[in-house]
């Protein structure tokens, strides 16, 4: 559940820096750009999947450039829903999740990289030389 408001909180920043870089995309408040993040994570879950299949031909055709397009169009729905979030034209929405798409992978590998490095244990042999020693717990390794 932690993990979950982390991710959200993350794609709400992520909101925020676009409308500062974009004059396109306006946001009323933090709110407004937090029930943006909802909103679009929500479309993003169980729309987006259906989107991409049904594209797939273009997909494949474009090399995968048409997602933009699948991003920019779940983008300016969530501006027509949500009240004090405003994205202005179809190339600001393409600009606009092609922003937040960069932001929440940098911001999220980030925190996946930090939540990696806790649970690694190093240690060192007689050289001086870094190893990680994995263990087998419950047919996985550790």
């Known amino acids: 559940m932690k993990h979950f408001v982390v991710?959200?909180?993350?794609?709400?920043?992520?909101?925020?820096?676009?409308?500062?870089?974009?004059?396109?995309?306006?946001?009323?408040?933090?709110?407004?750009a937090f029930f943006a993040a909802a909103f679009l994570g929500l479309l993003n879950a169980f729309f987006r999947p259906i989107l991409i299949i049904i594209t797939l031909p273009i997909n494949i055709?474009?090399?995968?450039?048409?997602?933009?397009?699948?991003?920019?169009l779940l983008l300016k729905m969530v501006s027509g829903v949500i009240a004090g979030f405003e994205v202005h034209g179809f190339w600001t929405a393409i600009f606009g999740a092609l922003i937040i798409s960069a932001a929440n992978w940098f911001l999220s590998s980030f925190l996946q990289r930090q939540k990696y490095s806790e649970h690694v244990e190093k240690e060192e042999d007689?050289?001086?030389?870094?190893?990680?020693?994995?263990?087998?717990?419950?047919?996985?390794?550790?």
């Open 7 to 32: 991710r959200w909180f993350i794609l709400a920043i992520a909101i925020i820096f676009a409308s500062y870089v974009l004059e396109g995309i306006h946001v009323a408040s933090f709110f407004s």
């Open 61 to 72: 055709l474009s090399i995968g450039l048409f997602t933009f397009i699948i991003n920019a």
């Open 126 to 142: 007689e050289t001086g030389e870094d190893y990680i020693d994995l263990k087998r717990k419950d047919d996985k390794w550790e």
